[in-house]
């Protein structure tokens, strides 16, 4: 049967900040004072574009970078006093893969694992059982200079799990990869939450984030804009469907005045217009009535993308 999340917080902050002092000497806040809670066995994502503090956030979670102020609690413990055995019953994926290319894939396991203090034997069929668990296993030899990126991204996730850790932290973790690649990747973080891993996950992608998480918070310029599950975001900050009209630039702002009323709200960007209501169909209809001829239409259902935008004027990959 599926884990289920227990009240009991593995993450918990308060007023969480954190401040960079900038090389002109000023001082830079990537993170302004946000509460978060991650319950046991869920899957907590942070989505928000680069720049959003998203970032500086797992870092402090992860207990490598000092809290400028609030406070921070993991598994209990705080950060500052107990670092080390926090960080010894984590798993990190970091944005960048940070593998050992002079060694081959089994032995960047059992090495790694080794570091922990997990003895030989222990970590040898440790390394296998996650060989197997990441579609690895015929890899075992292969040199890492030799794999895909997706494949790389998949041992890095296996070697983040070598410690059987309480707290799995994934910062964008499909970034770079094609859609095969990243539907592999999801699938394996999947089954990791049904045997009862904590996920953190940090992502710019709308629909990773709707796949994966039960829970997310959305964050711009260090603050949280939003928290819920995928669903009750989209239900409260944007509408069933979405209709995207393109029409030959320079036209959006003038057209977007006289389509005003074809839904809840219209949203302006550089190459498109969207319409929000809840039947996109209908509005296309109706701008064919009123004379107007877009260059391209297509009619989808709101995402979380959508919300970010009506959140904060912003696209995610601005």
Known sequence: MPHQPSAEPMIAARDLRKSFTGRDGTV???????????????????????????????????????????ELRILGMDPAEHGPAIRSRLGVCPQEDTLDNELNVFDNLYIYGRYFGIAKREVRERAEELLEFVQLTEKRTAK???????????????????????ILLLDEP?????????????????????????????????????????????????????????????????????AELRFPVGDHDATAEKIADLGERVEVLPDRLL?????????????????LRPVATLVRRSTLEDVFLRLTGRTLVD
């Open 144 to 166: 890492v200079e030799d794999l895909s990126g997706g494949m790389k991204r998949r041992l890095t996730i296996a070697r983040s799990l070598i410690n059987r850790p309480d």
């Open 174 to 242: 499909t970034t770079g990869l094609d859609p095969q690649a990243r539907h592999v990747l999801w699938d394996r973080l999947f089954r990791l939450k049904q045997q009862g891993v904590t996920l953190v996950i940090t992502t710019h992608y709308m629909d990773e984030a709707e796949q994966l998480c039960d829970r997310l918070v959305v964050m711009d310029r260090g603050v949280i804009a939003a928290e819920g599950s995928p669903l009750d975001l989209i239900r409260e900050y944007s509408t069933r469907e979405v």
């Open 275 to 291: 319409v929000y209501g809840d039947d996109g169909e209908r509005v296309l209809d109706q701008i064919h009535e009123r004379g």
């Open 28 to 70: 830079v806040e990537a993170v302004k004072g946000i509460d978060i809670e991650v319950r046991r066995g869920e899957a907590f994502g942070f989505l928000g574009p680069n720049g959003a503090g998203k970032s500086s956030t797992m870092r402090m979670i992860a207990a490598v970078s000092p809290v400028s102020g609030g």
